[in-house]
C-alpha cells in the first residue's frame, strides 16, 4: 500500500479484513509499528468521527498524531497554480504540503467537493495536488468522490456480524435537507461492489444514478421496497444527484426508513455512517432499534484507519 485513497489500494481485500479484525482483538499489540512515528492530519471540512477515530487509531498504535484545521487554523492557502497571491490567500498548497511532510511519516486529508463544479471535484482536483506535493504517503479522510476508511469500516461491522455465508446489502438513498456529496455512496459501492459474499442492491429514485466507475455492473432498482426485500443489510445515506450536479431533485419523505420499510427484510441489521438527520434520513425507530449498528460501525473506525496506518507504516 503506498496510499489509501479507494478500493483498490486495499490490494487483496480478505487480508486487510483479516488483518482489521486481528488489530481489533488486539489493538495494542502492534505498538511496534507506531513507535516514534508522528500521522499528520489535515482538515479542510468539519469532521467528528474521523478527526477522533483517527487520533484513538495513532494512539491504539504507539504513534503520535497532530490534526491541523486548514484556513481556520493555519495561514488562507492558495489552490491555484501559478497564482499572483496579492489578494486574500496567504500561503501556496504547493509550500504547506511539503512543509507538513517535514513533520509526519504519513499524511491524512479531509478535502469535499465543491459540488459546483463536477469537473474539478470529479478529477479530484484537490487531492491530486497534495498528492502531488507530499513527500509522506497520503490516506484519504474523505475526498471529493469517496470515503473509503468510512467504506473499510462498514466491511469490518458487515463482516463481524452476519450469521451467514452470504448476505444482500442494500445501499438506500434516503431524503435530506440540504445537497450532500455523493461520497459515501460512490466508496460504499466501491467496496460492496467487489466483496464476492455480497449481493449488492442500490436503490434510488430517478435521476440519483452514481458515476458508474464506482457501481461497476451492481444492481439498480428504483422501487425502495422491493430492494428492501430479503435485506440482511440496509445501509441509509442521501446523496446530491451526480447527473444534474449536486442538485436536489427529490425530498420525497417516503423514502424516509422506517420500521415499515424493515419489515420487507430478513430482519436486516441497519447500518448509517453518520452524522444523521434523525426523522429527515431515517426515523428513530430504525436508528435506536436492536438492529441497529451504528454505534459499533463508528467504533470500527478507530479499526479500520488503525489497519491503514499500520500498512503505511509497518
Ligand atoms: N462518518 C464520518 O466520516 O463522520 P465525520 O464526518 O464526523 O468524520
Redesign the pocket.
Given at each position: 500500500m503506498k496510499n489509501f485513497l479507494s478500493f483498490a489500494d486495499a490490494g487483496e481485500y480478505k487480508a486487510l479484513l483479516r488483518q482489521a479484525l486481528d488489530i481489533k482483538a488486539n489493538p495494542y499489540g502492534y505498538q511496534h509499528v507506531g513507535k516514534n512515528k508522528t500521522v499528520g492530519l489535515i482538515f479542510f471540512n468539519?469532521?467528528?468521527?474521523?478527526?477522533l477515530s483517527s487520533l484513538k487509531a495513532a494512539y491504539n498504535l504507539g504513534a503520535q498524531a497532530w490534526v491541523l484545521n486548514a484556513g481556520a487554523d493555519s495561514w488562507t492557502l492558495e489552490m491555484a497554480d501559478g497564482a499572483v497571491m496579492n489578494g486574500t490567500t496567504q500561503e501556496h498548497i504547493k509550500d504547506a504540503i511539503a512543509v507538513m511532510s517535514q513533520y509526519c511519516d504519513v499524511l491524512g486529508v479531509r478535502t469535499f467537493p465543491t459540488l459546483k463544479d463536477k469537473e474539478a471535484d470529479y478529477s479530484e482536483e484537490v487531492l491530486t495536488k497534495i498528492l502531488h506535493y507530499a513527500t509522506v504517503p497520503v490516506i484519504s479522510l474523505?475526498s471529493a468522490t469517496l470515503?473509503p476508511l468510512?467504506s473499510f469500516a462498514d466491511l469490518i461491522t458487515v463482516a463481524e456480524t452476519k450469521k451467514k455465508e452470504r448476505v444482500k446489502v442494500v445501499l438506500t438513498w434516503a431524503p435530506h435537507v440540504r445537497a450532500l456529496p455523493q461520497c459515501?455512496p460512490n466508496s460504499f459501492a466501491d467496496w460492496f461492489s467487489e466483496i464476492d459474499w455480497v449481493d449488492f442492491v442500490i436503490t434510488h429514485p430517478q435521476g440519483y444514478e452514481l458515476d458508474p466507475k464506482f457501481t461497476k455492473g451492481a444492481t439498480i432498482e428504483y422501487d425502495q421496497r422491493k430492494a428492501l426485500e430479503g435485506a440482511d443489510y440496509v445501509q441509509a445515506k442521501n446523496w446530491s444527484s451526480y447527473r444534474d450536479y449536486g442538485q436536489v431533485l427529490s425530498n420525497d419523505p417516503s423514502w424516509m426508513l422506517t420500521p415499515e420499510h424493515m419489515a420487507r427484510t430478513n430482519d436486516a441489521k441497519f447500518i448509517h455512517?453518520?452524522?444523521v438527520r434523525r426523522n429527515v434520513e431515517v426515523s428513530d425507530a430504525v436508528l435506536d432499534s436492536p438492529n441497529s449498528l451504528i454505534v459499533q460501525e463508528?467504533g470500527n473506525?478507530t479499526f479500520s484507519m488503525q489497519t491503514v496506518l499500520h500498512e503505511l507504516l509497518k
Open positions: 468539519p469532521s467528528l468521527r474521523t478527526r474523505e470515503h468510512q459515501v455512517c453518520l452524522p463508528a473506525r
